[in-house]
């Protein structure tokens, strides 16, 4: 090779850098953060139909969620169905089209202390496993306990401990009164 | 160094000969005329030691020939020569270095001789050390190791934290196998400085799993100072300095360069990675381009595959170089890109999805091989840009004026996307940060009197952080701005070397929006480091270096202002604002030795206070989120004591056959809490054994094999915190072969490593993915690299 023949792509080395910097693409910070802020469950049966939230707007950090206390009927068939919004933003958003949407990567676990029997869940998703939407929700005699709901994401349905695997997109803990 | 640059090293240096006369070597014939008499046969030898006239440090790879036979080496890294099967008679013994004025020295050998060569630096190419400072800065008084040559070419596919791993006395903070962050002596992160040719790496080195923003293949050669007595780089280097230096650039005119190439059995892994080079004969114009591509999948431990755990990483640098006399003019332009896959097992929700990993222990699935990339996903990128104008003011000053541009954006992908995303937003990042530095530095290289040599200089640092996505840190600028001043004192001949250094420091921070809110604040930091070493040479193999020094770190951003949970490791972590600045008192003592290639060995201790040391704390109660309850930490600050021995040897049992012995022991202890600090390695000990062959063929490039076991203890001395007890301890044993061959002219360098050799399954303490995964099982790895050069 000649020589000479390499100035030209040795000059243009030391000129170059100037002007391949990459730019820094920022158009102002985008920090808006969609995640769920409201977990929402509704009880229907004994001829009326009840809400209760757990609720926390500021996201992580911050106040604490506020967590109402569910208040049912002893010795009642209620339908259970489980909704997760994001209130942070006006309009808030419903995510658990979402949740139906993407189903097979959902499911909704249940977890019950005191007296009371978990909830039976009704719905499936795409590929015929549980989901947990929608579920029956039989009261018994008088008393408190506990209600837990999470929302997991990629959990391992086939698994026998299906709610101990994937990972926990919303959780809160009810306390539950029958009364 | 290839035999055939040895020879250009030569001739270029008997071009400069003509113009720096003024400037020739000082030669010493030494001592050892007292061996026996060997008669008349031809098997008489030479040695000795190449220094460096000025400061005293041994000059590796320098070309040692004698002119009659033209029999000649190369001295090794501690500058150490030795040549064979010399016949009696007279000679001229030619001495020649990069950078250096060439020597000749008339000599009658009729016994076996020890001749010590003093070489003179050559005005014209010290540039080299007024660019980074750090030929003669970084040997100085302090303790420092380096990798470089076949050493370095093993680890270095694996990238910068685990090719450093060799050294004693630096470990790495993992998270899973694909993040590495070095450690030295218990310090990471922010507490290390890295400088990439001269460049102070600014990227977004706060977090734990954030690894350094550096291809190890454009260094050739990286050393490791240890200690906080480092004035010369900057403040915040508690734990110590890593610098990445290029090969110098071509002295010769041509083109030439490298190929390597490395397959990985583990992960199915590839690596490929060439430089180019070229330098004109009529003009002093030099440049150089360099690429690497990586691509690596799933990787697999002894019982089971880690799912998206592939690599995919492609970077490419550039430089030029214009020398005319007593001018430097570089450029350099390098941009680095990665993207790594994280674990999928290891993004969990909260506290009981974290609790229900640590039970299982191990990932939900067996998992498969595979090359995707899938979420949690990083994409890295930064950017590295320099001009550098040096000017030789006198034979001895030098001053040189350096400016750097470094762009860095990281994007993490959580495992979820967002709800609801917008079709346009469905691949966008959970978490985007984007910072730029600006930096500049004037330098000035000069020499008092006769035995001092120094350097004093001012650099000043300008940065923004924006946070594009995402609010666990705040948007922030920030100015840095700093002086320093360091002088070191040595004579050839005396047994006494001291150096010195004192350093000032300012930064002001600002910062602004985290999230919607607007925090408006701004915080000022300004203090003093300073530092003294001493070198005292016991005699000719044995040395005592003794540093002392004090550095500070202001608080990071992070750390201040931190506020949101962290994915990978489930933790909420709230930062606090009234964070005091770190004040690391680093107290060393270091015992070497070594004679020849018969053995070598340097033992050192240290005992290192750090007053308001900052750390995350638990808090008692979790918190608790709409996703359920996270373990919550803050940012708190006490004083803590790290002190521990670094051992490292090197011992010729029987001809070649060499045992090699690497020990680190640390304790790390928070004074105010009285409990042991979390994450310090646990004792290390290595000990190897490796037999070299064909070095008469190739001497500079001697083949070996070697075998090491490495023993971990389980680490006891950590703080009841964790989520999971410390693992327990392991061995793990591994094997390497390296080779050169000759194909025709070219030469060709072969290496065959094994890691982990009896697939082991363990787990190690530093890796934060321990909870989720047992390590990486059997890795063989080949490689090739292909030097060549066109006259």
């Excluded at chain 1, 604490?64 to 169905?81: E, F, G, M, R, W």
């Excluded at chain 1, 695997?165 to 959780?171: F, K, L, Q």
């Excluded at chain 2, 699935?365 to 840009?385: C, I, N, W």
């Excluded at chain 2, 290192?608 to 930490?633: C, D, K, V, W």
Aim: some cysteine; overall charge negative.
């Amino acid at each position: 090779m000649k020589i000479n023949a390499l100035k030209l792509p040795l000059l243009a080395m030391l000129v170059l850098p100037f002007l391949s910097c990459e730019k820094d693409d920022d158009n102002g910070p985008d920090n808006e953060q969609e995640l769920i802020t409201t977990i929402a469950l509704k009880f229907t049966g004994g001829g009326q139909t009840v809400t209760f939230s757990a609720v926390d707007k500021d996201g992580d950090g911050g106040s604490a969620p506020v967590i109402q206390d569910v208040v049912l009927k002893p010795n009642t068939d209620y339908t259970l169905s489980v909704s997760f919004l994001d209130e942070s933003k006006t309009p808030s958003e419903d995510i658990t089209t979402e949740v139906k949407a993407e189903s097979n990567d959902h499911l909704v676990c249940f977890a019950v202390t005191g007296s009371m029997v978990s909830p039976q869940t009704s719905d499936k998703d795409t590929a015929g496993k549980t989901l947990g939407l929608e579920s029956a929700f039989k009261t018994g005699a008088a008393g408190t306990g506990t209600l837990k709901v999470t929302l997991k994401h990629e959990a391992d349905k086939s698994n026998a401990n299906a709610c101990g695997t994937g990972e926990t997109d919303a959780e809160a803990i009810f306390n539950v009164k029958v009364q | 160094m290839l035999q055939k640059d040895f020879i250009f090293v030569l001739a270029l240096s008997k071009r400069m000969e003509k113009r720096w006369t003024s400037f020739w070597a000082v030669l010493w014939l030494g001592l050892g005329l007292s061996t026996q008499l060997l008669g008349q046969d031809c098997n008489l030898s030479l040695r000795g030691q190449v220094l460096n006239a000025d400061t005293g440090l041994p000059m590796p790879y320098a070309g040692i020939i004698i002119k009659e036979t033209q029999q000649g080496v190369q001295s090794d890294e501690h500058g150490h020569y030795q040549i064979e099967r010399i016949c009696p008679g007279e000679y001229t013994i030619v001495c020649s270095h990069l950078g250096c004025d060439h020597a000749e020295q008339k000599l009658a050998l009729q016994r076996n001789a020890v001749l010590d060569i003093a070489m003179k630096e050559n005005a014209v190419t010290l540039e080299n050390l007024v660019v980074t400072g750090s030929s003669n800065k970084k040997a100085g008084t302090q303790t420092s190791s380096e990798l470089s040559g076949v050493e370095l070419d093993a680890g270095r596919g694996m990238g910068l934290g685990e090719s450093l791993k060799r050294l004693s006395g630096v470990s790495t903070l993992n998270t899973g196998a694909t993040i590495s962050k070095p450690v030295i002596q218990g310090l990471h992160s922010n507490r290390i400085l890295i400088f990439n040719n001269g460049v102070r790496l600014e990227g977004q080195q706060w977090g734990n799993e954030h690894a350094p923003e550096v291809d190890p293949f454009t260094a050739e050669r990286i050393t490791v100072v240890k200690g906080a007595a480092s004035v010369r780089y900057g403040a915040d280097a508690l734990g110590g300095i890593i610098l990445l230096e290029p090969k110098p650039v071509r002295q010769t005119p041509g083109i030439g360069g490298e190929a390597h190439l490395q397959g990985y059995s583990n992960g199915h892994g590839g690596i490929a990675s060439g430089m180019l080079e070229g330098r004109l004969a009529k003009l002093p114009l030099s440049g150089r381009i360099q690429g690497t591509l990586k691509r690596a999948g799933n990787l697999q431990t002894p019982n089971y595959y880690l799912n998206n755990t592939g690599v995919s990483e492609s970077n490419f640098s550039w430089s030029g170089k214009f020398q005319p006399e007593h001018w430097v003019v570089e450029t350099f332009y390098s941009r680095f890109f990665t993207q790594l896959g994280i674990l999928r097992d290891s993004h969990i929700g909260n506290l009981t999805d974290l609790n229900n990993a640590i039970e299982r222990g191990r990932p939900l699935q067996d998992g498969a091989f595979s090359y995707d990339l899938g979420r949690p996903l990083q994409k890295v990128m930064h950017e590295t840009f320099r001009v550098k104008l040096a000017h030789a003011l006198s034979e001895t000053d030098k001053l040189s004026l350096q400016v750097s541009r470094q762009f860095n954006r990281r994007q993490e992908y959580d495992a979820h996307r967002r709800f609801n995303p917008l079709p346009e937003t469905l691949d966008d990042p959970s978490i985007e940060f984007e910072i730029t530095t600006w930096a500049a530095e004037l330098n000035w290289d000069h020499r008092l009197g006769r035995n001092w040599r120094g350097a004093l200089g001012t650099n000043a640092q300008s940065q923004v952080n924006t946070v594009d996505r995402g609010a666990l840190i705040p948007n922030f600028d920030n100015f840095d701005w700093g002086l320093y001043w360091t002088e070191r004192r040595f004579k050839y001949g005396s047994p006494w070397e001291y150096e010195f250094g004192l350093r000032y420091d300012l930064r002001h921070l600002h910062v602004a929006e985290q999230g919607t809110n607007n925090l408006d604040e701004d915080r000022n930091f300004q203090n003093w480091s300073a530092s003294l070493g001493l070198v005292y040479a016991l005699n000719e193999d044995w040395k005592l270096r003794f540093n002392t020094g004090s550095a500070w770190r202001s608080p990071l951003v992070n750390e201040l202002y931190s506020n949101g949970v962290h994915h990978g490791s489930a933790s909420y972590e709230a930062g606090n604002p009234d964070l005091r600045a770190e004040r690391g008192f680093n107290n060393s003592l270091t015992l070497e030795g070594s004679r020849n290639n018969r053995w070598m060995m340097a033992l050192t201790g240290y005992y290192n206070l750090i007053n308001n040391f900052i750390y995350l704390q638990p808090r008692s109660e979790a918190q608790l989120t709409i996703r359920g309850a996270f373990p919550a930490f803050d940012y708190n600050q006490a004083d803590a004591r790290i002190m521990g021995i670094d051992w490292t040897g090197d011992f010729s049992l029987y001809k070649t056959l060499h045992l090699e012995s690497k020990a680190s022991l640390l304790s790390g202890w928070n004074r105010e809490l009285e409990d042991f600090l979390i994450y310090m390695p646990p004792l290390r000990f290595e000990q190897g054994l490796k037999w070299g062959f064909n070095e008469k063929k190739q001497a500079d490039h001697p083949s070996f094999v070697r075998i090491a076991a490495l023993w971990v203890l389980q680490q006891k001395q950590a703080p009841a915190t964790d989520y999971a007890p410390p693992p327990a301890g392991f061995v793990r044993l591994d094997a390497e072969l390296f080779h050169t061959l000759m194909w025709g002219r070219q030469r060709l360098e072969f290496g065959i490593s094994v890691s982990n050799l009896l697939n082991t399954e363990y787990r190690e303490y530093l890796n934060r993915f321990r909870y989720f995964t047992a390590e990486p099982g059997r890795n063989l790895s080949l490689r090739i690299k292909v030097p060549f050069n066109f006259t």
